[in-house]
């Protein structure tokens, strides 16, 4: 048989009605705009931090509405709450709230495991 420079890989598989949506149901309880949030990029495109790093506010909406908060935890804080982002919105989401409220979320389940 032939190579062609590749080889398959076992199929992929997340649980995700295991994962932990906790995180994501603390914002929609105090930030209601975040259900309507559509993942459209506009706040990833404006965004002053994204320029420069490898940070993505769309990116972190969606693994924190999945319930994936391991990848969400460190970046979070790479947000400066510039605002751009809220202004751009098209739906109206007030996204520095979502920042902060995730924030918020992260350090007192921080706090909670200690």
Do not use: H, W
Request: proline share 2%; aromatic share 8%.
């Amino acid at each position: 048989m032939e190579k062609f420079g590749f080889t398959l890989l076992k199929a992929r598989f997340i649980d995700y009605d295991a994962n932990d949506r906790s995180i994501a149901e603390f914002i929609y309880s105090k930030e209601p705009s975040f259900r309507v949030c559509i993942e459209c990029g506009c706040c990833a495109a404006t965004c002053t931090t994204g320029k420069y790093t490898r940070f993505s506010l769309r990116e972190l909406n969606i693994l924190m509405k999945r319930g994936e908060n391991s990848l969400v935890r460190n970046k979070i804080r790479e947000c400066m709450l510039c605002g751009k982002c809220t202004l751009v919105c098209p739906r109206g989401v007030n996204t520095r709230n979502v920042i902060a409220l995730a924030r918020e979320a992260y350090r007192k389940e921080q706090d909670n495991a200690v």
